[in-house]
């Protein structure tokens, strides 16, 4: 089952833009430029996904080119281990980008939220506390972006400011820090 199941990179890369969004319905297309795949080799992984039973497959009358629309079958009886699984695989990802990071600064706060914990109305995916070289930091969140397959929305700001918002409860910090969030480092809320 499970060699069937993972049994390619684009299967994986399916698979985790699908467990990794909100449950929407995709087209072939979409899916292609999103994962970054061939059509060809979507369509077919597709297929596969669907026989397994991960995906359910629904006409799509409006569109000339794509003719069907892929979704998650939420009753797949694995699919909130599958959930499970990839969540933690990105915050396996996200380890090796703390490593990364600490080798360029020394970070005093960092969370993830939005994409990370499935939250779409989160303001921000990765929020950084740190003093860094912008060019290296961006240059480590392409790898990041890279690891896992998707763009990430991130904020970065440093303590004084971090310290600043918090005290005058903003708005934007505030539903980063209240929100549903996975919080890897904090060396700087107990101040």
């Not at 899916?31 to 369509?43: D, K, Q, W």
């Not at 990071?101 to 779409?120: R, T």
């Not at 310290?163 to 809320?189: A, K």
């Amino acid at each position: 089952m499970l060699s069937a199941l993972f049994g390619s990179e684009a299967r994986i890369k399916i698979l985790n833009f699908f467990l990794l969004s909100l449950e929407q319905k995709y087209s072939p297309n979409q899916i292609s430029r999103e994962a970054n795949l061939s059509t060809a080799v979507v369509r077919r992984e597709l297929v596969n996904l669907e026989k397994l039973g991960i995906l359910k497959k629904e006409k799509h009358e409006k569109s000339a080119h794509d003719k069907n629309l892929y979704y998650l079958e939420t009753s797949y009886i694995l699919y909130q281990e599958l959930k499970a699984l990839f969540v933690k695989a990105q915050i396996l990802s996200s380890q090796k980008f703390i490593n990364d990071l600490q080798k360029i600064c020394q970070p005093k706060f960092l969370a993830l939220s939005g994409l990370f914990v499935n939250n779409s109305k989160s303001p921000t995916d990765l929020f950084v506390v740190a003093r860094v070289r912008r060019l290296e930091f961006l240059k480590l969140i392409k790898e990041f972006e890279h690891d896992l397959g998707k763009e990430i929305n991130f904020t970065l700001m440093d303590e004084s400011e971090f310290i600043y918002r918090r005290e005058i409860m903003d708005i934007f910090l505030y539903n980063i820090l209240e929100g549903n969030n996975i919080i890897l480092i904090d060396q700087i809320s107990k101040k």
